[in-house]
């Protein structure tokens, strides 16, 4: 006996392909997050997905864009260190708001995809020398990218109790206490005229 429902396919654009992605994201992971289970998700076949997206990589770029979306460069901090220090808090506040966030931008990254807005954000907050700003931005959001990864491959470890505990292997500093002493270290000096307001 059927139930007499029409299973017609459903017509997405692009923006709800990616937050379907996101939720998908949140509920299975990167490691799990395939066209096919998007596909499955939003009720159509695999290849209605590339009317919008080429590939995954492109798909994955449009994921990393939605993630950074909030991020803007802080314009009430009076230097360029505070600006950058804040705004690298939001990057990495956006980055772990979604479960392997911070490995799908830093993927998203590699391939040269996504993310321009928080570099963007970075090059706003260090100042007006275009070019030296480039490429400190580049080294800050690799830096918080790399930073932000480990914590959040760290956080699921311990939630399946495979990572660990503090202080047995590892001797660093917690956490928060490390990527302020990155980001710091890593704009010092960038009120000079290199890097002038």
């Known amino acids: 006996m059927t139930s007499g429902r029409n ?7 692009r923006a709800a392909v990616v937050t379907a992605a996101l939720t998908l994201l949140d509920e299975v992971g990167l490691a799990d997050l395939s066209m096919r289970r998007l596909a499955a998700t939003l009720h159509v076949q695999p290849s209605a997905l590339y009317w919008h997206f080429t590939n995954k990589q492109e798909l994955l770029g449009a994921i990393a864009d939605r993630i950074l979306e909030g991020v803007v460069p802080e314009a009430q901090a009076a230097t360029p260190e505070d600006r950058v220090y804040t705004t690298a808090h939001s990057i990495r506040d956006a980055l772990l708001a979604y479960r392997d966030g911070a490995e799908l931008v830093l993927s998203s990254r590699a391939l040269r995809h996504g993310a321009v807005r928080a570099h963007g954000a970075l090059v ?74």
Not at 7 to 13: G, L, M, T
Not at 179 to 193: H, P, Q, V
């Open 7 to 13: 299973f017609a396919p459903q017509r997405h654009d």
């Open 124 to 197: 706003t907050a260090l100042g007006t020398d275009i070019d030296a700003a480039n490429e400190l931005a580049a080294a800050l959001f690799e830096f918080i990218l790399g930073h932000t990864t480990l914590v959040q491959q760290r956080m699921h470890a311990e939630s399946y109790g495979a990572a660990a505990e503090a202080g047995t292997h590892d001797h660093s500093a917690p956490e928060t206490t490390v990527f302020d002493t990155g980001i710091r270290a890593m704009t010092l000096g960038a009120s000079s005229s290199r890097l002038s307001v």
